[in-house]
């Protein structure tokens, strides 16, 4: 008896037979999997109309909550890009845009768009609905602290709103928030504009954790049977890390939050310095400026790859599927996921290059972001290649997962360029940086979200998205929002300065002029096109095509589900059981073009599928 | 997971190997709530270490003379200063309520449904001791001038990382203590005997969850150690 | 019944002698950590103390009150290995401190 099958010490007792597979005893040495080491989940069950979908613990209808109110806060975000492209564009068009709200708006599109917006619809949107799912479970482990996070988000985006319609408005900080500027007058809402913003941030840290806590222990203590870590879809790992990063990095951002609360309320120095403000000597002293810095990028960094990291997942298994071929190096795939997401929490002051620091920092900081591109990089490779030679599907998913991997290329490579300290100093607060992670976090992961949405509407809502609309979509979304930021590399490198509001009359500034008017049209256009998205979603649930089980021919769990929508529960009366990882495609011996999970191998002798 | 299994899985770092590429669970014997709050609690020590960090940071870069700790933490007795008395009690009154804790726990896994109801009872009072002494403590200092934004001692920042570190901590310290009241009386009842389901989560009730408010209570009494150490004592 | 149960439940109780031992111990050092400042020492003597007593008291808690001295090795993994992303912030706002107070002493005293 080999070491390896430790046959003798069967450590397991068995549990109810509820969960054994359905193959007769006699051929199940290749089919045999461990028996369950849990009981059961114990379920709520939902019975008054509030109960069932106001404050309901079922996972799926959380995540469509979390989805419908990202996507608000998403057009609030895609409103305000639109107002500050039409004063860089067209200034003096619209008086009511004065600079004070152009600032404004640049901050509360920021912080929108990064946190409420992509974090909130990548880890609550899809990780809710997906990862009980895709793991094999029947709800999150813990159903109520799931909708108590989602009511939390859903204040803390009150909150937020609630600063539009303060006295001194929301905050025109940046979406950096940093101080003294920031509660300071001076700065536009530095009276209760401020104070909201932090506050919602605190809410939504808090919420969050809830949240966290749910997908972390789900994906790691509540898979069902045969589901090993590694033979989770990307999807999962994307999300899973990305969680891991936020239950670490949030507290970063809820410390300087407070921090900041205390300076701005009880007039604290954390964060002041001495300040003489129009003639006046201020009460503060001794605080530091550059710390709030630090601590703000400590969270910020991981947060960009808290975004990104989903993204990344969710687009491997779309390409998969699309391709009709396994994920290249599914386990360097993992391996990077968790590596990036570890990296990434030693390149923060990256952002902090030109901000006065500990120069010394710099040699440190450029070796470690450096360092994070390898993992980054191989994954681009990864992607490639699985896509050579496949059998690839040209939808609209396919078209929108190539359009990542195009942008999310650019957006790398002008990455590389900031990472490195002496090219960043001209560099930095530039139209470059702008263009960098407008292409890295906005365009790419936007892509994803709307494949996935293509990809996962029919199992949401059992009909399929018109493909005609999608490939419209694409081709103006795609080709628009590279008309919008390729152009700002060149603002960037002649020096066009960020977070201005308008374009003076220096004469390299006026150069400018003629392209910042074409960005401008073209992000109108692309904010129209939207619409279009937006008319196939509300057609399309009424009389978009029924899609019946599995569409797609995808291998894993999510569509094999006992009723199209999946209801509570799930799974139906027995949970499955995973024999394999979710890529077995275009086998080579096998009937079919996809072998799906639950598949054992005794239906696939012939088959020369890969031990997973 | 019971203990004949636990034991018949391979130790050490193979263990880990195994453990992880096992399916089901990564985390063998370790009940759901229970990871969760080991989960939240890595979480909350990422807060308390930035908000540490940030004092460190604070009081390292200070031209202004940070106060003599001793002696604005000391108590009078009689008409002798005693530095960090109350801080010693503090410390020991918090000690002391882990101590009953652990023994909570263990008489909870035992089914010992009286010594675990006293002695998460004992935690509670001790907790509640602790927020007092802790209250009587910021009075003590807010009477001799120190405020948020400023302090007649030394440097502005001391009295806003004290109230901010400390204060931080006594809310942590008080959302335990109610806790813990409200799981002696569940304790008391006999709720985790019978399997009682929780009134707002619907969830039946169980020993673990005194195991699971132990972790949070001793998280709170590590966190006083390194305030203790860092805040004043360094 | 009893016999099973004390079987069940052996990986999550102790005898109640190690409890107090280690309660015993956390008092001892709290009171050296005290003597640290009843004595006065100064400079690197008293940091390394205050930071020795410190770590064996989290130590302790943490292996014996918080359990993990015997859970499976994978979970003290994840615990403890975050703890290096706190231990480069630390490293770095000290020296970042430095340079704060370097530049204040340049600027603000020297007319740097």
């Known amino acids: ?161 609630a600063s539009f319609f303060v006295p001194g408005g929301p905050t025109g900080a940046g979406w950096t928030l940093y101080p003294p500027q920031a509660i300071l007058p001076g700065s536009p809402g530095s009276g209760m504009g401020i104070i909201l913003m932090l506050t919602s941030l605190s809410l939504f840290v808090i919420g969050f954790t ?11 203590q509540a898979r069902t049977r045969g589901m090993t870590l590694m033979r989770m879809p990307l999807t999962i790992w994307g999300i899973f890390t990305a969680t891991a990063l936020a239950m670490l990095a949030f507290p970063a951002l809820l410390v300087s939050c407070i921090m900041m609360t205390l300076d701005k309320v009880l007039e604290t120095s954390f964060f002041m310095p001495a300040i003489i403000q129009a003639g006046e000597v201020l009460d503060y002293g001794g605080g530091s400026p550059v710390l709030f810095q630090h601590l703000f990028w400590f969270f910020g960094h991981p947060e960009v790859y808290i975004v990104a990291l989903p993204a990344f997942g969710i687009v491997s298994d779309l390409i998969s599927v699309h391709a009709r071929k396994n994920i290249f190096g599914y386990r360097m795939m993992v391996w990077a996921i968790v590596g990036i997401g570890g990296l ?125 609309l999608g490939k419209w979509h694409f081709w103006i979304t795609f080709l628009g929002a590279y008309s919008i ?125 890969e031990k997973t | 997971m019971s203990d004949n299994t636990l034991n018949n899985l391979p130790g050490g770092f193979k263990g880990m190997a195994h453990d992880m590429g096992s399916d089901q669970t990564a985390f063998k014997g370790v009940q759901w709530g229970k990871f969760m709050m080991w989960i939240f609690l890595l979480s909350d020590t990422f807060i308390f270490s930035c908000f540490l960090i940030s004092y460190m940071k604070g009081r390292s870069s200070t031209v202004v003379d940070w106060p003599n700790t001793s002696e604005v933490f000391s108590l009078h007795v009689g008409s002798v200063p005693v530095p960090l008395l109350l801080i010693a009690i503090m410390t020991f009154v918090l000690i002391t309520s882990s101590g009953t804790m652990a023994l909570a726990v263990k008489f909870g896994y035992e089914k010992n449904r009286k010594m675990c109801a006293w002695l998460v009872l004992a935690t509670a009072i001790g907790g509640l ?7 009587f403590e910021w009075s003590k200092l807010i009477h001799e001038g120190v405020r948020p934004w400023s302090n007649p001692f030394g440097a502005k920042q001391f ?44 969830q039946k009730s169980d020993y673990v969850a005194i195991e699971i408010l132990g972790l949070y209570w001793h998280f709170v009494d590590l966190v006083w150690v390194f305030i203790f150490a860092f805040f004043y004592l360094w | 019944m009893d016999e099973t149960q004390n079987k069940e439940q052996s990986a999550s109780t ?49 292996a014996f009150f918080m359990h993990l001295f015997w859970e499976r090795y994978a979970l003290v993994n994840v615990l403890l290995w975050p703890m290096t992303a706190i231990a480069c912030f630390i490293i770095l706002m000290a020296a970042e401190a430095e340079y704060t107070v370097f530049t204040r002493a340049l600027y603000f005293f020297t007319g740097g």
């Open chain 1, 1 to 161: 008896m080999s070491d390896e099958y430790n046959q003798n010490n069967t450590p397991l007792e068995a549990q109810s037979s509820e969960t054994m597979s359905g193959s007769s005893s006699s051929a199940t040495d290749i089919d045999y999997v461990r028996p369950a080491e849990l009981s059961e989940q114990d379920l709520y069950h939902a019975h008054s109309w509030i109960t069932k979908w106001v404050f309901c613990q079922d996972a799926k209808v959380i995540g469509v909550q979390y989805f419908l109110t990202a996507v608000f806060t998403g057009i609030v975000g895609l409103v305000l890009s639109w107002l500050m492209r039409l004063q860089l564009g067209f200034p003096d068009l619209v008086p009511f845009i004065t600079a004070e709200h152009y600032y404004q708006f640049v901050t509360m599109h920021g912080m929108i768009m990064v946190v409420y917006f992509l974090t909130a619809l990548f880890l609550g949107g899809f990780g809710n609905y997906l990862i009980p799912l895709m793991v094999g479970s029947r709800d999150m482990i813990f159903p109520y602290v799931n909708m108590v996070s989602y009511w939390m988000f859903f204040v803390a985006v009150c909150v937020l709103m």
């Open chain 2, 129 to 135: 001791t602790f927020v007092g002494m802790q209250i």
């Open chain 3, 14 to 62: 102790h005898k109640i002698g190690i409890y107090l031992w280690i309660w015993g111990l956390l008092f001892v050092l709290s009171f050296f950590s005290y003597m640290v400042d009843w004595f006065a020492f100064q400079g690197l003597l008293r940091w390394g103390l205050i930071l020795f007593f410190m770590f064996l008291k989290a130590g302790l808690i943490m």
């Open chain 1, 344 to 468: 990434s929490f030693f390149v923060w002051a990256h952002h902090m290059y030109v901000s006065g620091m500990n120069p010394w920092f710099g040699f440190f900081f450029a070796t470690t972001t450096l360092i994070i591109a390898v993992p980054t990089a191989l994954k681009v490779y990864n992607w490639i290649v699985t896509l050579f030679r496949a059998n690839i599907r040209m939808n609209t998913v396919m078209l929108f997962c190539l359009g990542f991997i195009v942008t999310f290329v650019n957006g790398g490579i002008t990455g590389i360029f900031l990472g490195n300290v002496a090219v960043d100093i001209p560099l930095s607060d530039t139209y470059f940086v702008i263009a960098h992670f407008h292409m890295v976090m906005g365009i790419a992961p936007l892509m994803v979200i709307m494949g996935a949405v293509y990809h996962w509407f029919p199992l949401v809502t059992g009909r399929m998205l018109s493909e005609k």
């Open chain 1, 485 to 609: 930021y390729f152009p700002m590399h060149y603002l960037g490198f002649i020096g066009v300065p960020r977070r201005y509001f308008e374009m003076y009359d220096s004469p390299y500034m006026t150069s400018a002029v003629g392209m910042n008017e074409f960005i401008t049209v073209a992000a109108l256009i692309v904010g129209a096109a939207q619409f279009i998205f937006i008319y196939n979603i509300i057609t399309s649930l009424r009389i978009g095509k029924p899609a019946g089980k599995n569409p797609w021919k995808a291998n894993s769990l999510e569509w094999l589900t006992s009723e199209v929508p999946p209801v509570h529960g799930n799974f139906g009366e027995k949970l499955p059981v995973v024999h394999r990882w979710p890529y077995d495609f275009n086998v080579p011996g096998s009937k079919e073009d996809y072998i799906p999970q639950t598949t054992p191998p005794s239906e696939v002798i012939n088959a020369e599928v």
């Open chain 1, 210 to 220: 809830m949240g966290g806590l749910n997908y972390l222990v789900t994906i790691l």
């Open chain 2, 159 to 202: 009295g806003s990382f004290f109230f901010m570190i400390t204060g931080f901590h006594g809310v942590h310290v008080s959302i335990g203590v109610i806790f813990l009241f409200i799981f002696a009386r569940k304790t008391f009842r006999g709720d985790f005997d019978t399997g009682k389901r929780g009134f707002f989560t619907s």
